[in-house]
């Protein structure tokens, strides 16, 4: 099976499907297509109604009812000494294990109800546009659009308050190893034009290999920049500024009071931003890197690692940003999956993705997607014990 990195294809164009023909269909074809859809009415009532029927329940089972009475599916898959659990509420991770380390990689909560309460997008899919939007506004081929601004009440973070992680996406597929879960978010949400079709595809594989792959399309000129946000944590001490990190970048982008991306970069070296040498992580950061100019081939762009459990973890993406987050604002009341509550810098973000802030910095890559493209990223996560 090919390695997730070299098989995907980094393409943002789409095939075009032609409209069909106005042809005249003899008796035999329209008998045909007569039994074919009463095939796929009777289909889609299975599907329906019996989905848990096509999995089996050591993958996918019940977690909780959302207050709106959906179900949310907790699915597990396991490769490549990994073993991992993806609810259907946000796309999120909610837990991940090495083999020979028993502490988990992630935060998570084990009650959908602390989810609800408390989570900061615990390891869920940010979306249509992770990170901030200034003013929560922006202009579309000259078409003004204002958007949920559910931070500070002046700027949308994470695609505004019913963004992608705050929303229960459908089970696609799956097998013993991955998992694809899809959303369609309408025209208009949070501010949002033209209806998105998003897929989250997570897969296990490798060595010690997290993949986790990124599709949209949308029917209008729209905003796109989706991306991973889990609190990596490598040990089980509940704090890690003493993890050492190296980023392979060498400007930031300077953030203001509310940490939303000014526009102006800076060259890290000589400076507290500088993690071109690995060194520990020690400070408060929100902050993105700005590891190329565009979107490009994956590549490995940061490395996290403990001293303790001498877990380290290889980032590689196609993107041109990555954003560290430090975990320092954490502050949910409630007990993790690890029975602790978790405290300031209890876990950090490591989130690949264009650069923050796009549409108030023209000279930024841009984070437009229209009719006919398709946005592709890929970001894998490699732990390695040794």
């Not at 089996?56 to 699915?75: C, G, K, T, W, Y």
């Not at 408390?118 to 901030?132: L, W």
């Not at 033209?194 to 490798?206: H, P, V």
Request: glycine share 10%; charged share 20%.
């Amino acid at each position: 099976m090919p390695d997730p990195i070299t098989a995907i294809r980094m393409d943002t164009s789409q095939r075009s499907v032609p409209a069909n023909g106005h042809q005249r269909a003899g008796s035999s074809l329209i008998l045909f297509l007569w039994l074919y859809s009463g095939y796929c009415r009777v289909a889609t009532c299975i599907l329906t109604l019996c989905p848990r029927k096509l999995f089996s329940s050591r993958m996918i089972s019940h977690f909780s009812i959302l207050p709106e009475n959906q179900d949310v599916r907790a699915i597990e898959i396991a490769g490549g000494g990994l073993h991992a659990r993806i609810l259907t509420w946000g796309a999120s991770l909610q837990d991940l294990r090495l083999d020979g380390h028993a502490p988990p990689l992630v935060l998570g909560f084990p009650r959908l109800e602390d989810y609800l309460a408390h989570a900061a997008h615990h390891g869920a899919i940010a979306g249509p546009v992770i990170n901030r939007i200034a003013g929560g506004m922006a202009t579309i081929d000259g078409i003004h659009h204002s958007f949920d601004r559910n931070e500070h009440d002046r700027q949308t973070l994470h695609g505004g308050a019913g963004g992608f992680g705050w929303q229960h996406w459908q089970v696609a597929a799956t097998g013993a190893s991955f998992v694809e879960l899809a959303i369609s978010q309408p025209d208009g949400h949070m501010g949002f034009p033209g209806r998105i079709d998003a897929t989250c595809r997570y897969e296990l594989s490798g060595d010690g290999m997290l993949s986790v792959a990124l599709r949209a399309t949308t029917q209008k000129p729209t905003l796109l920049n989706m991306g991973h946000h889990s609190y990596f944590t490598l040990d089980d001490r509940g704090d890690i500024r003493d993890h050492t990190l190296r980023i392979d970048a060498d400007r930031v982008l300077l953030a203001d009071e509310t940490d939303l991306a000014t526009g102006e970069t800076l060259d890290v070296r000589g400076t507290g931003y500088d993690f071109t040498r690995a060194r520990p992580v020690s400070d408060p950061f929100d902050n993105n890197f700005c590891l190329a100019q565009q979107r490009r081939a994956p590549q490995t762009v940061a490395q996290l690692a403990s001293p303790h459990s001498r877990v380290t973890m290889d980032v590689i993406s196609s993107e041109p940003g990555l954003q560290l987050y430090t975990g320092h604002k954490l502050n949910a009341p409630v007990a993790g999956l690890n029975g602790r509550i978790d405290k300031p810098f209890a876990g950090l973000c490591l989130e690949p993705q264009m650069w923050p802030n796009a549409p108030d910095n023209p000279s930024f890559p841009s984070i437009v997607l229209r009719p006919g493209e398709r946005s592709q990223q890929i970001s894998c996560f490699k732990f390695t014990n040794t």
